[in-house]
């Protein structure tokens, strides 16, 4: 099981570049550095950056109200004191592009990624550009459930019932509907299981019944949970359909083909793809992300060290972002579907910021300013 590999996970750590307000892309190469099916070496969590805390600005609202923990890390406290509650951050790689080409370039070196031309992530960029407001609602959550992935699936097991009642606070007129994929490896117990679209009660009781299990080499069946979540009875017409897929591994190299086919059946059908990375993520899976989120228009959604929950989390190749409650996040990803709006989230929900944000934008050393979410 990957858990047992966290302690040569932050001894890795120690040599990544940490982000700062004052980063461009340079400060994350990875040159020199090629993936493998073993997480020796590339599997590498880290401690969050201290970043710079701050209240953040925003200039409209989302995400759960509620305000943050008493036990919330305040700017000088170190993070880790919100026990029990996911928290997460959240980055849109086509609001910014520039900055999102020069990673790609400094990923060159990663063996085994689904590739993409520039004027094909280009025209995704475009495709995404303008958002229109939905009425409807088609969410389907794809959850690596090999057996380093207990923390996840039992927060969103506890959870889905808050993160459903905002939703629907929000938009009461609005008919949700909610999907299961789940996914192992060859020779697990299973190697899929789906719960194609139905009402919250029925999901969350499917939900209920899962466990983890299995997974015992660091990649994971990803390809056969992706096709799968596409097989499910996605509505047309004015409903925003985003896909939740949690993780913490990639897929299997030579299976790069299958998982782009994935993401193209994705855009082709509109579904926008909000990858959420687990403790014990690696570049490969990152990068692997962070691609699914731009070519689908979906955005990259990244579980920190601030819960206390799980081992460590991978510091992202990211300059700057806002840390909140990982349910307030997927609630305000939800909002902005619905709205077809960027829904900056409540200042009294940040519980930390890094890289020096001001008026949601931060600076970078060579790719100018960047747009936080």
Not at 31 to 48: I, L, M
Not at 91 to 103: I, Q
Not at 173 to 200: I, K, S
Not at 349 to 368: E, F, M, Y
Request: with cysteine; hydrophobic share 35%.
């Amino acid at each position: 099981m990957k858990r047992i590999w966290t302690a040569a996970m932050v001894l890795s750590a120690l040599g990544l570049a940490a982000c700062g307000g004052d980063d461009d892309a340079s400060a994350f190469s990875v040159a020199g550095r090629t993936a493998s099916d073993s997480p020796s070496g590339e599997n590498a969590g880290a401690a969050p950056s201290g970043g710079t805390s701050s209240g953040g600005s925003s200039t409209s609202s989302g995400g759960i109200a509620a305000p943050p923990s008493p036990n919330a890390p305040s700017s000088d406290e170190t993070p880790g004191a919100q026990a029990g509650l996911l928290t997460a951050g959240v980055w849109d790689d086509n609001l910014n592009f520039e900055f999102y080409k020069k990673y790609i370039g400094l990923s060159s070196n990663l063996a085994g990624l689904p590739s993409f031309s520039i004027t094909e992530r280009e025209q995704a960029r475009a495709q995404w550009t303008a958002r229109g407001a939905k009425t409807e609602l088609d969410i389907a959550f794809l959850l690596d459930t090999t057996g380093s992935m207990g923390d996840e699936l039992k927060y969103i097991q506890k959870e889905i019932d808050g993160i459903a009642q905002s939703i629907k606070d929000k938009h009461p007129q609005m008919t949700a509907r909610f999907g299961l994929v789940l996914y192992r490896d060859h020779g697990d117990a299973y190697l899929t299981r789906e719960l194609d679209f139905t009402g919250l009660d029925e999901f969350k009781a499917k939900l209920d019944e899962q466990s983890v299990g299995g997974g015992g080499d660091y990649p994971e069946a990803v390809e056969e949970g992706l096709a799968a979540t596409l097989k499910l009875s996605w509505r047309a017409g004015s409903v925003a359909r985003m896909a939740f897929w949690v993780a913490d591994a990639p897929h299997h190299h030579g299976d790069e083909g299958s998982v782009k086919d994935s993401i193209l059946g994705a855009a082709a059908k509109d579904v926008h793809i909000y990858p959420v990375a687990a403790s014990g993520s690696d570049e490969r899976t990152e990068f692997t992300m962070r691609t699914a989120a731009q070519m689908t228009g979906g955005r990259y959604v990244f579980l920190t060290d601030d819960s206390g929950v799980g081992n460590a989390h991978a510091e992202p190749k990211i300059p700057c972002y806002h840390v909140t409650r990982f349910d307030g996040a997927l609630v305000r990803m939800v909002e902005s579907e619905l709205t077809g709006q960027h829904v900056q989230p409540d200042a009294k929900a940040i519980l930390r910021s890094v890289g020096n944000p001001v008026n949601g934008q931060c600076a970078t050393k060579s790719s100018g300013t960047v747009s936080i979410y």
